[in-house]
């Protein structure tokens, strides 16, 4: 029986920087990546909340996570 070793560096993807992108250039990079982005600080006006550009984010860009992971995205504006 073949054992599966390093399933999680095959499927690891590396965060992309997406700061100073406007959320939805971040959102279309992270989904190009394999990754899923999650909004935060987005209560805004009715519409969903959100904002204009992505000020940080967790993962830092370049760190190797598992692919479908969430990269919270933090902005401002909007």
């Known amino acids: 029986k073949a054992k ?6 095959n499927n690891a993807v590396q965060v992309p920087d997406v700061r100073f992108r406007s959320f ?14 999650d909004r935060d600080g987005g209560r805004g006006r009715g519409n969903g909340g959100g904002f204009d ?4 984010q967790d993962p830092e860009p370049g760190t190797f996570v598992a692919k479908n992971s969430k ?3 933090k902005g401002f504006g909007g």
């Open 24 to 37: 939805e250039d971040a959102q279309k990079i992270l989904e190009q990546a394999g990754l899923k982005a």
């Open 71 to 73: 990269v919270k995205l």
């Open 4 to 9: 599966r070793i390093g399933v999680f560096v």
């Open 53 to 56: 550009f992505v000020f940080q």
